[in-house]
Nanobody
Framework: QVQLVETGGGLVQPGGSLRLSCAAS?????????????MGWYRQAPGKQRELVAF???????KYADFVQGRFTISRDNAQKTVHLQMASLKPEDTAVYYC?????????WGQGTRVTVSS
């Protein structure tokens, strides 16, 4: 089994910064190393589809959505089984619930999400 817990969301001013974290745990890591799993950050605004924000493979290859525009950085710490999303130059349209995902064959795992609100 896998559990993912996101933290770091909150209210921030436009142009501000926020760092989201995702901690992974569970019995699956008694068998397989965290480092073999690709991880991603997704977001969902009210009434809209969930969309990819950033993605990182076990080997550290990253991918970002076009709307990121160089503002965000995804990283991982395999020893701590954590993934982070450093966000800067935040815009009101970044307001959403942000979710952590672990890619796993046949059964992707999701966290419960952390809410980010960008507003003055």
């Amino acid at each position: 089994q896998v559990q993912l817990v996101e933290t770091g969301g909150g209210l921030v001013q436009p142009g501000g910064s926020l760092r989201l974290s995702c901690a992974a745990s569970g019995s699956i890591f008694n068998i397989y190393a965290f480092s073999i799993y690709a991880m991603g950050w997704y977001r969902q605004a009210p009434g809209k589809q969930r969309e990819l924000v950033a993605f990182i493979t076990g080997g550290g290859v990253t991918k970002y959505a076009d709307f990121v525009q160089g503002r965000f950085t995804i990283s991982r710490d395999n020893a701590q089984k954590t993934v982070h999303l450093q966000m800067a130059s935040l815009k009101p349209e970044d307001t959403a619930v942000y979710y952590c995902k672990m890619a796993r064959a046949g059964n992707d795992s999701w966290g419960q999400g952390t809410r980010v609100t960008v507003s003055s």
